[in-house]
Nanobody
Framework: QVQPVESGGGLVQAGGSLRLSCHHSISWRSINTMYWYRQTPGEQRVLVASISSFGDTTYAQFVKGRFTISADNDKNTVDLQMISLKPEDTAAYYC?????????WGQGTQVTVSS
């Protein structure tokens, strides 16, 4: 019912950094995995990173070494720290909270990287 909300997007120069945050109202006891996706116009939504309830992380090859996903159970947030941003990172970024019952998607936050 309650939708996650992303924040932190904006306009940044190539080589710069942004930290995206996704706030949700889901109990950590119900969460299996949290994800960040991104999507550009005319393209399918693709997985960027994930973090399991045990802290295991995965990253898409195109962001490996530049992005870091983290979760804070006390704050009910999952963050995506992005450094060394490239123009090709420009996209709408979405968080997804996966539980044993269903998935919850945010509405997205826009990241634009200028060259």
């Amino acid at each position: 019912q309650v939708q996650p909300v992303e924040s932190g997007g904006g306009l940044v120069q190539a080589g710069g950094s942004l930290r995206l945050s996704c706030h949700h109202s889901i109990s950590w006891r119900s969460i299996n995995t949290m994800y960040w996706y991104r999507q550009t116009p005319g393209e399918q939504r693709v997985l960027v990173a994930s973090i399991s309830s045990f802290g295991d992380t995965t990253y898409a090859q195109f962001v490996k070494g530049r992005f870091t996903i983290s979760a804070d159970n006390d704050k009910n947030t999952v963050d995506l720290q992005m450094i060394s941003l490239k123009p090709e990172d420009t996209a709408a970024y979405y968080c997804r909270i996966g539980t044993q019952w269903r998935d919850y998607w945010g509405q997205g936050t826009q990241v634009t990287v200028s060259s």
